[in-house]
Every structure is written in C-alpha cells, then in structure tokens.
T-cell receptor, first 114, second 112 residues
Framework: NAGVTQTPKFQVLKTGQSMTLQCAQD?????MYWYRQDPGMGLRLIYY???????DKGEVPNGYNVSRLNKREFSLRLESAAPSQTSVYFC?????????????FGAGSRLTVL | DAKTTQPPSMDCAEGRAANLPCNHS???????VYWYRQIHSQGPQYIIH???NNETNEMASLIITEDRKSSTLILPHATLRDTAVYYC?????????????FGAGTILRVKS
C-alpha cells in the first residue's frame, strides 16, 4: 500500500517555465490537497478537492492551477514559474472517520525556480 | 476556526516523557483537536486526535482539559527519532468543511 505518491521529488525550473506536479493516492479517499512549505514556515494550503470533479482555492492559490483527473489523481500546475514559488510542495488525501479528518501526506516535491 | 497557541520550541531528554502543550481557548463544541508532526524534510504525519475525551494510541496520548480550552500531547518515552515539529490544529468535522490549516508548531528537540 503506497499511500500518497508525488512526482517528481526534485525539480529545477527557470523563471517563466511551466510544469505539473503529480499526486496519486491508492486509499480510495475522496478529498485531496496541495500545500506548500517555505523554509522555516508552516504549511499553507494552495488548493483542495473535496471530491472528484470539484476543486477549491485555499490560502495561496495565485500562480497555480489544479486538476482532479479522477478519484486517485490530483495535479498541481505552475503555468509560468516565478522564484517566489520555490518551495516544497506536499500533496495529501483525507480520511474521515468518527467525524474527524485525518490527512495522509506524500513525501514532498522540492521545486527550485531560478 | 479556533486558533491555537503553541510554544515555539521545547527540549526533552531521551527516554523521558515529552509533554507538548496547546492552547485553544476559542474552540467550539464541534471542533476536534488534531496533532501532526513533521520530521525534517518529510511530509507531516498524523499522530492523534480527540474531541472531548482523552485518547491514547501506539504513538502518543492526548489529554484535553475539561473545558476543552487546552490540551497536551504526551510522548511517553521520547527517542531521538521524535525530534520534529509538532502541530496542534483544531477543526470542525466534515460537515463544517474539510481544510486543516497548519501553523508554526512546536519544535521538539530530544537530546541524549
């Protein structure tokens, strides 16, 4: 059981380039999330998807787009990368039981924009 | 959402209990208390959650005060591998939304 898998693990981009971060989960969870974490900071929510076919903005959505391709996959796209988007990106999926929300996170994708 | 207050850092001796406090004085009756941790460079890891009662699992214990305005995460026998940032989060259940917002957390340093 792999849990949440993110690709790529590392990426270096030049300013203005585009790329897509991929995320897949095999736990049959309905909700998925994208967070970013800057050095020494907590996590900030970029976008989330409550269920297949729906997406919503989080705290810091500017400069990003997302696609919930199917129940398993939730991708994050940077159309024109900027140095301010240098960060570690975490994907997560959510299990709800007894009314509580438990997130399972991927290992992270480390992005550097030059 | 209720806000939480945690100390920025704490030290603990290896083998001793680590007690991490969290203040959530504005918590609502339907909000859960969650604890996650993040070991350096890894994705956050769920530890435990609770609503009103104290909870225990294989990783930790969660003590919630009777008025629910504060809680304590207890790692009973801390090891060097428990050195991490610990996040306390309060959030309502699914019917009230589904986002968990992570703050700065507490850096726990376990020392030999």
């Amino acid at each position: 059981n792999a849990g949440v898998t993110q690709t790529p693990k590392f990426q270096v981009l030049k300013t203005g380039q585009s790329m897509t971060l991929q995320c897949a989960q095999d736990m049959n969870h309905n909700s998925m999330y994208w967070y970013r974490q800057d050095p020494g900071m907590g996590l900030r929510l970029i976008y989330y998807s409550a269920s297949e076919g729906t997406t919503d903005k989080g705290e810091v959505p500017n400069g990003y787009n997302v696609s919930r391709l199917n129940k398993r996959e939730f991708s994050l796209r940077l159309e024109s990368a900027a140095p301010s988007q240098t960060s570690v990106y975490f994907c997560a999926s959510r299990l709800t039981y007894s009314g509580a929300n438990v997130l399972t996170f991927g290992a992270g994708s480390r992005l550097t924009v030059l | 959402d209720a806000k939480t207050t945690q100390p920025p850092s704490m030290d603990c001796a290896e083998g001793r209990a680590a007690n991490l406090p969290c203040n959530h004085s504005t918590i609502s009756g339907n909000e859960y208390v969650y604890w996650y941790r993040q070991i350096h460079s890894q994705g956050p890891q769920y530890i435990i959650h609770g609503l009103k009662n104290n909870e225990t699992n294989e990783m930790a214990s969660l003590i919630i005060t009777e008025d629910r305005k504060s809680s304590t995460l207890i790692l009973p026998h801390a090891t060097l591998r428990d050195t991490a940032v610990y996040y306390c989060i309060v959030r309502a259940g699914e019917e009230y939304g589904n986002k968990l917002v992570f703050g700065a957390g507490t850096i726990l340093r376990v020392k030999s």
